[in-house]
Structures are given as structure tokens and as C-alpha cells.
């Protein structure tokens, strides 16, 4: 992924922060995925670079966003692939869902410290499947 930003993913920085809430406010029926993404951004299970916009107009403007954040499965690190969210109503169903989950994994794939990610896509098939109970970031309240 690189600078440009039209109709392409793109790496969030911290001028993104409002557009993601608003992405978060809009796609989701309560307050809840954009209060998540807030919490998650001040916990231990951020990283930077694993939080991918997605803008959709020739100006730039920010239609989607997906949120990759550090999990454990048992003792195993991983991988937590969410909230996605994409503006609702009317930039759903253009791709920009797809757009941000491909960016997400690809950079999940390149990330060097978890090698497995949440449920079913294992980013390293050469390594067994780690089982265990799941342990997300503690903002998810699970
Ligand atoms: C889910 C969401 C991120 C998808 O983004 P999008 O830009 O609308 O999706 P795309 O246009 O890239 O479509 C991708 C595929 O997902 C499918 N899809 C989209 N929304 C879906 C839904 N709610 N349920 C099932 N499938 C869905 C599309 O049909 C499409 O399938 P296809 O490629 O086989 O045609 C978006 O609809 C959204 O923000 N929804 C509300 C928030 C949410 O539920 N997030 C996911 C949980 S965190």
C-alpha cells in the first residue's frame, strides 16, 4: 500500500482518526464498533500500521476501515481481524469491504510476530492450528 489514496487502501495515520470514527458511526447501529476501535487505539493490543482505510473518491474522502489488533489463542499471539466497516448506506456494496480485508491480511501475512490469525485462515500453513481459548485485547470486553 502506498500514499495514494483514491479509490485504494491505505495505511491510517492519525489525521484519519475522526473519518474512522464517523466510517465506525455510520456502518454500525450504535456507538459500540467506534468506542471499540477508540479503546483498542489506547490498549497494549494496538499496532501501528495494522489499521486500514479505504477511500473510495478522486478527493480522497475515507469510505471503510479494518482494524487487525493483537490477540492470543491459548498461548499462541494472533491476529483479530475487526470491526470492519464500510459508510452506510450508500458506499456499501462497491468493494470497499473487500478492499480493506485484503489489505488487512496482506499486511497481517507481512507482520512478523503473529504467524496464525483468528478463526480460519492460518498465515503460515507450515504450523499447526493453535487451539486454546481466544484472549482478545481486553476493550472487547469478551
Ligand atoms: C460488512 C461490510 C464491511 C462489507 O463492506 P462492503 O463494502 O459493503 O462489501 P463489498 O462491497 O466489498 O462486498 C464484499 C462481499 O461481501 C458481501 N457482503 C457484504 N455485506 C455483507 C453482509 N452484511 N452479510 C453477508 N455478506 C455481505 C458482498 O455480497 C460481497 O460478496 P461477493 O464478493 O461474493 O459479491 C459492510 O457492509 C459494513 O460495514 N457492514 C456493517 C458493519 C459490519 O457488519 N461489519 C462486519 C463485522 S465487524
Not at 9 to 17: G, L, Q
Not at 19 to 42: G, K
Not at 77 to 101: F, I, K, N
Request: charged share 20%; with cysteine.
Amino acid at each position: 500500500m502506498g500514499a495514494v489514496r483514491a479509490c485504494s487502501p491505505s495505511w491510517a495515520t492519525a489525521a484519519d482518526i475522526p473519518a474512522i470514527s464517523e466510517i465506525n458511526l455510520a456502518a454500525f447501529d450504535t456507538p459500540l464498533e467506534a468506542d471499540l476501535v477508540d479503546a483498542l487505539r489506547a490498549d497494549g493490543s494496538w499496532t501501528d500500521g495494522l489499521s486500514v482505510v479505504v477511500a473510495a473518491d478522486p478527493d480522497g474522502t475515507l469510505v471503510g476501515h479494518a482494524l487487525l489488533t493483537r490477540c492470543h489463542i491459548g498461548d499462541t499471539p494472533a491476529l483479530c481481524l475487526a470491526p470492519v466497516a464500510v459508510r452506510r448506506p450508500e458506499r456499501q456494496g462497491s468493494g470497499a469491504g473487500s478492499a480493506a480485508v485484503r489489505a488487512a491480511l496482506n499486511a497481517a501475512e507481512e507482520f512478523d510476530v503473529p504467524d496464525e490469525a483468528l478463526m480460519v485462515l492460518s498465515l503460515d500453513a507450515s504450523r499447526p492450528l493453535p487451539r486454546g481459548t481466544v484472549r482478545y485485547a481486553a476493550p472487547f470486553g469478551i
